[in-house]
């Protein structure tokens, strides 16, 4: 993906108020690619050190959206999601095989990776890889 695809986003990750988010949008003309940024950032947030009290990051993300359309979760998490999926997707599978800082360029963004999400289980990695790419 060249882009985050709302649509996707919200079928893959079962958003219950996607309708209403989706009903947000037009109500105040936010961007849909401002939207789905704002999405995968909270998403970030809630898998982070930053939201270990976060019990679902999925309802934070819609409840967050619906709160303020065009706003993610802020700094280093609205970074990364400004990456293209496919190089996001890249760090991911990297850091699975154990070769991100051999691999991926040596950018603020893979540093924001590896503070965030280095240390995160293998089984919390893999459930945020799975909601932000798929089944894999």
């Known amino acids: 993906m060249a882009y985050w695809d709302f649509n996707f986003l919200m079928r893959n990750n079962t958003v219950a108020k996607a309708s209403d988010i989706c009903r947000r949008q037009k109500e105040t003309g936010a961007s849909i ?8 950032s ?3 947030y809630g898998y982070s ?3 270990q009290r976060v019990e679902d990051p999925v309802a934070l993300a819609a409840k967050r959206l619906l709160q303020n359309i065009s706003t993610g979760a802020g700094g280093d998490f609205d970074r990364l999601a400004q990456l293209r999926p496919f190089e996001l997707k890249a760090f991911f599978d990297w ?7 051999l691999n991926a360029p040596d950018t603020t963004e ?5 503070v965030n999400f280095k240390d995160l289980s293998k089984p919390k990695k893999r459930k945020l890889y799975r909601r932000l790419f798929g089944a894999s």
């Not at 893979?110 to 590896?114: F, Q, S, V």
């Open 33 to 40: 690619e401002n939207l789905s940024q704002g999405f995968v």
């Open 95 to 101: 850091d699975f095989e154990g070769s991100l800082l």
């Open 42 to 44: 909270w998403l970030f």
């Open 49 to 51: 050190p930053s939201g």
């Open 110 to 114: 893979r540093d924001i990776y590896l």
